[in-house]
């Protein structure tokens, strides 16, 4: 026989935990399958000093330590397992955990969030996991580089988006674009073109992100020309996009042109009834842990409400 689940919760970032939490707390003994990086993005995060109630900033894995306690204290059952496939084509709704158990469930909450592009280059992925100064955040991590000049890669809406960020924050801000136009917005492409402190360098590559221990500079080169340039920075940021992690819902639910699962605006409905999606799964726009936060507790409450209209809470 297979295990029978109220409510189960796939992903176990801010969303998900959040979404465990209300869920318990509200007696539907959820069941959290982890997934392969169990916390989510923030796993990978040093200081995080944007989310409410931490009035002294904490480390990202800590604070997804305090999630998972409070999921925990209220009863979730949590499992270091992971999500190989789905099927929603009859209730209850089918899930295979470990590509050999079959659980069914009554509802289910997508949280998988979605995964950062990095460039690849072996200097940027040793000073990341040093937390050396790159990253793929400049909301979360500008900060720590107030007064400094930063380098940022993209061209799109959120590279031109971070780059005004920065450069509210930061000295000077290099922008380095890889052809010899911007994929964002026009409005955006204005914003950029005409912030003084930004600097932008079409038609170039990352070379190497320098420094042993921290990011000192970065070496660019002009694909046209093949000239090289070096900058002296200390914090490399990383916009090229995001892969939300949707590979296993393709042609089960509704996903965007990029592959995000659709919802309903205003709640975390998504075509499939019974189903949600909160966090970063459904969201490219804010990707904050709070408004992850946020859409996990709305899930639970969607799922909550969706079991009564069933008759089955
Ligand atoms: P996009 O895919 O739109 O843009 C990615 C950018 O990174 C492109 O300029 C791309 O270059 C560049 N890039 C990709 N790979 C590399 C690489 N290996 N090296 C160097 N550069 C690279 O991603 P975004 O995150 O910017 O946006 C995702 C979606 O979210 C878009 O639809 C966007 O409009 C939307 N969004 C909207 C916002 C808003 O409305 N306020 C804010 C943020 C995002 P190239 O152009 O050469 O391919």
Redesign the pocket.
């Known amino acids: 026989m297979s295990e029978h689940v109220k409510c189960l919760i796939i992903g176990s970032g801010p969303a998900g935990y959040t979404a465990a939490i209300y869920a318990a707390r509200a007696d539907l003994k959820p069941l959290v399958i982890a997934g392969v990086e169990p916390g989510g993005q923030l796993m990978t995060t040093t200081e995080v000093e944007n989310f409410p109630g931490y009035p002294k900033g904490i480390q990202g894995p800590e604070m997804m330590e305090d999630f998972r306690k409070q999921a925990e204290r209220f009863g979730t059952d949590i499992r270091y397992s992971f999500v190989s496939a789905v099927d929603f084509s009859s209730k209850p709704y089918k899930v295979t955990v470990d590509e050999k158990q079959t659980i069914l469930a009554d509802t289910i909450i997508i949280s998988t969030g979605a995964t950062a592009?990095w460039?690849?280059i072996e200097s940027e992925q040793r000073l990341r996991k040093l937390s050396g100064g790159v990253s793929a955040c400049a909301v979360c991590d500008g900060f720590f580089f107030k007064g400094q000049d930063v380098a940022i890669?993209?061209?799109?809406?959120?590279?031109a988006?971070e780059a005004t960020y920065l450069a509210k924050l930061c000295k000077k801000v290099y922008m380095?674009?890889?052809?010899d136009f911007?994929?964002?917005?026009k409005a955006?492409q204005r914003r950029v073109e005409t912030t003084p402190n930004i600097e932008l360098l079409y038609n170039h590559?990352?070379k190497e992100v320098l420094g042993e221990q921290g990011v000192s500079g970065a070496l660019f080169k002009n694909v046209k020309t093949g000239a090289e340039r070096k900058v002296d920075i200390t914090g490399f940021f990383v916009?090229?996009?995001?892969q939300p992690n949707t590979e296993i819902f393709k042609g089960k639910i509704d996903l965007d042109e990029?592959g995000y699962i659709k919802t309903v605006l205003g709640t975390t409905k998504t075509n499939v009834e019974g189903v949600f999606a909160c966090g970063d799964v459904q969201d490219?726009?804010y990707r904050q842990a709070v408004t992850a936060a946020g859409s996990g507790c709305m899930a639970a409450l969607d799922a909550e409400r969706y079991l009564s209209s069933q008759g089955n809470h």
């Open positions: 592009k460039l690849g890669v993209g061209g799109g809406d959120t590279a988006e380095i674009v890889r052809k911007l994929r964002a917005s955006m590559e990352t916009a090229i996009g995001h990029q490219k726009h």
